[in-house]
Structure formats: C-alpha cells, structure tokens
C-alpha cells in the first residue's frame, strides 16, 4: 500500500476538487471533495470487476475478501486509509501552510503531499517502545495482492527514557506492556476472527526472532550500558517475551 500514490489532480487549488488514486501507476479511483466540506472515495469501475486487481489495503476487503465499496461521505477528515498517510505534528502544520489551509482539512494535505506518500512501517512491542500508534503498523504486498508484514525499522525502546510501561494504544483489553499475555494475544485473535493458533504461532515465531537478534547485536548498537539493561530488564518481565 505505500505504493499507492496520489499524482495528478484534476483541478488547481484552491479549486480542486478530485484526486486520482493511483496503485503501482495505475488508477484505481477517486476521492472526490463535495460540498459542505466533505469527501467520498470511490473506486473505478475497472478496477472493482477486475479480479485479480492488486490490493490496496486490507482494509477495503470484507470478511469472504469481497471488495467493499460503499462509502459514506466524511466531513473535513478523510477516510482513515489515507489520513494515515499524512504526517502528524509540525509536518503537517507546514503542509497546512503550503495548501494554505486548516491542518484538519485533509483532503487538501493529501494533494500536497502527492507522490511523497509514506512507505510500509511495523514494530514489535517486545522491545518496550511505549510510542505504539496505527501507523507504525504495515503490510506490503511483495505479489501486489497477499499481505505480508513490512520489514522493520526505526526501533525505539521508550522505557529506557520514559518510566511509563503502558503502551500508546490498547493491545486488546490492556495498555499495560506486562499484561501482554498469552490470554491476551488469544482474546486479540478472538475479537479479530484470525485463527488463535495462527496468531500465536506468530507471536512466539516474532519472540524467538527478536530474543536472537537482540543477543546477537546489542552490544554492537549505538546504546549505552543503562539502555541495554532497561530493555534486558523489561524482557524478564514481560509475559509475552516467554513465548
């Protein structure tokens, strides 16, 4: 899905008023500016009967795979698949102030943003970053239509700054990082109909993965003393950490 780019427009600001969703180059729809302030995306019709298309998102599937396309228009805000392109904080003041609008005013934010869309993004929270967000969380899709996780980057373990253990979002039921458990991860795969064993076949597979690397290459990171042993800390105590 980072290949899914934004990169022409039908109109000039501040009288746009249609953006063309590209995926790989090729157009798969439109998300068009109504009155009142709103927005509604659509797909082309091309792309919804051609079916071995290339997935844009999980998102926009349903429960059998089936492409989901009624949508309802959002006022100011855009749909939560492309506001998670945009950029938070400073960033998305400047591009405000480059489309010459609101920060909350997104579909404008999009079209500044262009082809510069962010690329695919995951963490585990094994390694205790307490700064866990939707965005941080990514597939691609190495045959354009199977999901797979991203590759990682940009770990930061925030305990080691912040003495605050509960994550930035609920994991399921919890924000606390030592009630990750194993009850957890079941109930998680319960609420998002995924098979329990197929989750917790990932989870320890992740757990082992991240144990061997972290053996591996601490002491050849970039952290002080006091880093390594926070985390090392943290890991003794985290249930999922067990796996």
């Not at 053996?215 to 090392?232: F, M, P, Y």
């Amino acid at each position: 899905m980072g290949c899914a780019q934004l990169i022409r427009w039908m109109k000039t600001m501040p009288d746009i008023t249609i953006l063309e969703i590209l995926l790989y180059g090729e157009p798969v729809g439109t998300l068009t500016r109504i009155p009142g302030d709103r927005s509604i995306f659509a797909f082309n019709e091309s792309y919804a009967e051609d079916a071995e298309r290339p997935t844009l998102s999980l998102s926009f599937k349903g429960h059998l795979g089936e492409l989901l396309s009624d949508f309802r228009p959002l006022q100011t805000r855009i749909m939560p698949f492309f506001s998670n392109m945009l950029p938070e904080g400073q960033l998305r003041e400047y591009l405000a102030d480059r489309a010459g609008v609101k920060p909350q005013r997104e579909f404008f934010l999009l079209w500044v943003l262009g082809q510069d869309l962010p690329g695919a993004v995951t963490v585990r929270p094994v390694d205790g970053n307490a700064d866990m967000h939707l965005k941080n969380w990514s597939l691609i899709y190495p045959d354009r239509r199977t999901a797979s996780l991203a590759p990682a980057y940009d770990f930061l373990s925030t305990i080691v700054y912040l003495k605050d253990d509960n994550a930035a979002l609920k994991y399921a039921r919890t924000k606390r990082m030592a009630e990750l458990t194993p009850d957890e991860l079941a109930y998680m795969a319960a609420k998002s109909h995924s098979g329990e064993k197929l989750v917790m076949d990932a989870a320890a597979e992740t757990v082992a993965r991240f144990h061997e690397t972290w053996s591996a290459e601490k002491r050849n990171l970039a952290l002080g003393k006091k880093a390594v042993d926070t985390i090392d800390t943290h890991l003794a105590k985290l249930p999922v950490a067990k796996l």
